[in-house]
């Protein structure tokens, strides 16, 4: 075993710093056979969660620490104490357990909110109240101690060295010894070893690693360029001095210290010491306030009842007409199943959650989406009105969603209007408490084009050069740099013609992968029990949003609540598309009063593939699809939505779904009661519902381990399928089916189920895009100029939309200063162009517009309406842009008005 262990180190969650993943880390220390490792990024602890996960994988002891910028002031909060002429200093901290870790947890939320100045900056007196369970080390050249042992003030650097003892208490300080072959160390080692032997403070040797391999050291002088904005070229730039940096052996570290071997062994002493584990929160749903007289789950179970009762009103009615697919005792049946399954799983509290939040939503005409993914396939959902999809009519499987014998936590991500969604994140944030709602962070990494364009800026190559070789790497979603130069003979030929180009792409692929910079999801909240920096670390982002120092996938690891708010314009299109109807026509249209068998909506919008605006059926691929289709039913535009992807397409099989469709291909059923599964489909396995219920029905499994094996086939793990397959054939043998069809069966399903789609998220998508398609047929004019407002911010898009009317026999009027609206608006039969898409006019110049419209009744003349309006909001700039659009024309000549406007100015 090795007699050294790196206790200094950072991974590319320190941004554009360090080139080291952090499972080719922990591989590597692996190989080295160290038995633990730190992580110990700038200012941050991002990497915390993947970093446990991955030393755990290669049997490495996982160290979570940070390198802290401590500011030299008393105080770092910068909005009582102005930074200007402070400093900082970086400090080495390691978690020894639990406490140290909610300790370290504290430090970084609390320097990322309140310490940010340029680093996220802590004062000596927070770290002193936050230090229990922390190890702390005295740091590199960038250190206090170093710093002033640097500048030959030795008693300084002593009383700093006794203060950090005090801090972090005896035997929990060490001094740190560095030797990357920098003269700036050398010269500082005596005074390190005087300090040792003064203070009695033990010293212990680390390698300030930013890379794995020495061979990394130019890549990584590359992303610091990159971080930096400057070219290797340049002189005076930030560079490391020579390549040792990096993940250093046992036997390389003793080559460096060989005269003081106790200074490496003394880090397996820390490594042992620190022994902090990562736990899942125990309960993580927050408390949901209940109506006295109730449990929680009798409140559940209450409110699910009562609003099953309200949709019982309309299946009664379906029923009578015969057209319901089950009977009422079937929804009853099922309903008590789901509840009895969520009260066992505990999850009343996470149902109540969503519930509360799509309530107000509704109650507030907030537009929520009819469902997404595999929530629609629950029945209690529908009947709380968190989805709008009927499971049973659709034959959507609950197991899908929740599977009582693989107990998982629920996930139902709700759709909202995209101009209104923040509103209830507000509604969420206010009810369960600021501290205990937030954002997450996402990381962004540099994929292979981007790692391309970076480098070859960092470089110095000319730009075009560049640009050349971005574009020939094939354009397929998370494609590598190492299939790029397999799948494109342009790009292999480049690689092995021209030596600038090698050196490029070799650079780019060492740092490819890696973290670059962070973001806020675009819908991940999570709903924390308590205040959330007690569970993970919190941060600030450059638009002063705080989120979760954690991402998604590090989120529901710990086990945390999160939910996905999603902004859906869709929704925005519809809600405004059907505000334009009842102010023009007077008429009140709701979309669940939208009959689904309107042949006129199937024949205009989907057999001609007049998609423009239509959901998830945009597409010129789709459109083709469509024309050759001619979808008649809700259920068509369900299994179109489903295999419009890459992998039924290459497979064939929407040609032959076309094919069984228009009857020029058998539709053969393996055995009569698969009919009943697959008629629906032409008997294809489209869904992985069919999957489960083929399963299900044939070969005797519980639709719970028909879930298992639909998940099994999905991830293609071979032992686990040759059991399945096994089972499968058994379970159907013994039910009576033939042995030879039942194999065949199986071979079927595990090819589909590589194919095979949410039939819960296409139904719920299917009827968004049958809504549009329905509104865009019966009510053109309002729906076009919802689809216009929409996209107002995208000059291409107008464009298109407006051909799109011309080809529909819509005018589009141009803009006009005395009627446009900041939208798109109906007159008449045509569109009125909206003020707010001529290019350089924003919403507070039309405000003033419009006001001044309101008190003269029209502008007659540009110097009346360079008088009545604000001209700090209407700059010449913007006016400019009013006449070049012909918003002003009915008030002149355009060159007449552009020669008079600085005068009427």
């Known amino acids: 075993m090795s007699q050294f262990v790196h206790l200094h180190l950072h991974t590319d969650y320190s941004m554009l710093d360090g080139a080291c993943d952090v499972e080719k880390l922990c591989e590597r220390v692996a190989e080295l056979g160290m038995p633990a490792v730190a992580m110990t990024d700038h200012g941050n602890i991002f990497g915390t969660v993947h970093f446990v996960n991955a030393a755990h994988k290669a049997g490495v002891k996982p160290i979570v620490g940070c390198e802290l910028y401590v500011c030299k002031k008393g105080d770092h909060n910068i909005s009582r104490t102005p930074p200007e002429g402070d400093t900082y200093n970086h400090l ?42 922390l190890i702390g080390l005295s740091g590199c050249l960038k250190g206090e101690v170093a710093e002033f042992l640097t500048d030959d003030k030795y008693d300084a650097a002593r009383q700093v060295a006794g203060t950090y003892t005090d801090i972090f208490g005896k035997g929990n300080f060490f001094l740190e010894i560095q030797d990357q072959g920098l003269e700036m160390e050398h010269r500082i080692h005596p005074g390190l070893f005087k300090l040792e032997k003064d203070l009695g403070l033990p010293l212990v040797a680390t390698n300030d690693s930013h890379y794995l391999c020495e061979d990394d050291a130019h890549a990584q002088d590359v992303m610091v360029c990159i971080q930096t904005g400057k070219s290797i070229q340049d002189t005076n730039r930030m560079k490391f001095e020579g390549k040792d940096f990096y993940v250093k052996s046992h036997e390389e570290m003793l080559r460096v210290f060989k005269d003081s071997p106790d200074v490496l062994t003394r880090t397996l002493g820390i490594a042992e010491r620190c022994h902090m584990k990562l736990e899942k929160v125990s309960n993580p749903f927050p408390q949901f306030d209940i109506p006295e007289g109730y449990t929680i789950d009798s409140y559940f179970e209450h409110i699910a009842r009562q609003g099953f009762a309200r949709r019982l009103e309309v299946l009664r009615v379906h029923s009578e007409q015969g057209k319901l697919k089950h009977s009422i005792a079937d929804y009853e049946q099922r309903l008590t199943r789901e509840l009895a399954i969520i009260q066992q799983m505990k999850f009343p509290g996470y149902f109540l959650i969503v519930w509360d939040f799509i309530r107000y939503a509704r109650e507030h005409n907030i537009p929520v989406g009819p469902g997404r993914g595999s929530a629609a396939g629950s029945l209690v959902s529908y009947a709380m009105s968190i989805t709008d999809i009927d499971p049973l009519q659709n034959e959507l499987l609950f197991e899908r969603f929740l599977n009582p014998e693989r107990v998982s936590m629920p996930d139902i991500d709700i759709d909202f209007c995209m101009n209104r969604r923040g509103e209830v994140i507000n509604y969420v944030t206010q009810k369960y408490g600021r501290e205990n709602v937030a954002q997450i962070i996402t990381f962004g990494t540099m994929q292979a084009k981007a790692a391309i364009k970076d480098v070859g800026r960092a470089m110095d190559m000319p730009y075009a050069d560049v640009d050349r070789i971005a574009k020939m790497v094939p354009t397929v979603l998370n494609v590598t740099l190492e299939q790029a130069l397999t799948d494109s003979p342009q790009l292999q030929q480049a690689y092995e013609n021209d030596a600038q180009i090698r050196a490029l792409l070799d650079t780019a692929k060492k740092l490819e992968g890696l973290v670059r910079n962070s973001g806020v999801h675009a819908a991940g909240v999570v709903i924390s029990p308590r205040p959330l920096d007690q569970l993970v670390p919190l941060h600030k982002t450059k638009n002063d949003e705080i ?73 010129g691929g789709m459109r083709d699809v469509l024309r050759r289709y001619k979808p008649n039913t809700v259920e068509d535009l369900t299994a179109l939505n489903a295999l419009y992807r890459p992998g039924p397409i290459q497979g064939g099989m929407i040609d032959d779904f076309i094919d069984r469709k228009h009857g020029r291909k058998k539709i053969e059923y393996e055995l009569p009661e698969l009919k009943e599964m697959l008629e629906e489909t032409l008997g294809v396995i489209v869904y992985q519902e069919q999957v489960m219920q083929i399963a299900n029905r044939l070969a005797g499994y519980s639709l719970g381990e028909a879930d298992l094996l639909r998940r099994a086939m999905g991830k293609k793990k071979l032992e686990e399928m040759a059991q399945q397959r096994d089972r499968f054939v058994k379970g159907a043998t013994e039910r009576g089916f033939p042995a030879k069809k039942i194999v065949k069966i199986f071979d079927l399903m595990e090819q589909f189920a590589g194919y095979g789609f949410n039939k819960s998220h296409s139904a719920a998508y299917a009827l968004l895009a049958y809504h549009t398609a329905y509104l865009k047929t019966h009510y053109p004019v309002e729906f076009m100029a919802a689809l216009l407002t929409s996209v107002t911010g995208s000059t291409d898009d107008v464009v298109k939309y407006i051909n799109e009317c011309r080809e529909m026999g819509i005018a589009v009027e141009a803009p006009d200063i005395n009627v446009s609206d900041a939208n798109f608006t109906p007159h008449d039969k045509a569109i009125r162009f909206g003020l707010a898409a001529v290019k350089n006019v924003g919403g507070n110049a039309i405000e003033s517009i419009v006001a001044g419209r309101k008190k003269l009744g029209q502008f007659r003349g540009i110097f009346e309406f360079c008088e009545n309006v604000d001209l700090r909001l209407l700059n010449k700039r913007v006016i400019e842009s009013l006449i070049k659009s012909g918003a002003m024309d009915s008030l002149g000549r355009r060159a007449q008005l552009m020669g008079v406007l600085d005068k009427a100015m």
Do not use: C, W
Not at 102 to 126: D, M, Q, W
Not at 548 to 557: G, L, N, P, R, S
Not at 596 to 607: A, C, M, N, P, R
């Open 547 to 619: 989120v979760t120092a954690f991402d998604m996938v590090a989120i529901e690891k710990l086990g945390l609540l999160k939910m996905d708010f999603l902004g859906l314009t869709t929704l925005t299109i519809l809600d405004d598309a059907l505000k334009l109807i009842a102010q023009t026509r007077g008429e009140k249209v709701t979309l669940e009063e939208i009959p689904l068998t309107d042949q006129e909506t199937y024949e205009k919008v989907f057999y001609t593939g007049l998609t423009s605006g239509v959901f998830q059926f945009e597409s």
């Open 92 to 133: 080495l901290v390691l978690a020894e357990n639990e406490e140290g870790y909610r300790n370290l947890t504290k430090i970084t939320s609390e320097a990322s909110l309140r310490g940010f100045y340029y680093k996220p900056r802590i004062s000596k007196k927070f770290l002193a109240e936050h230090s229990k369970g």
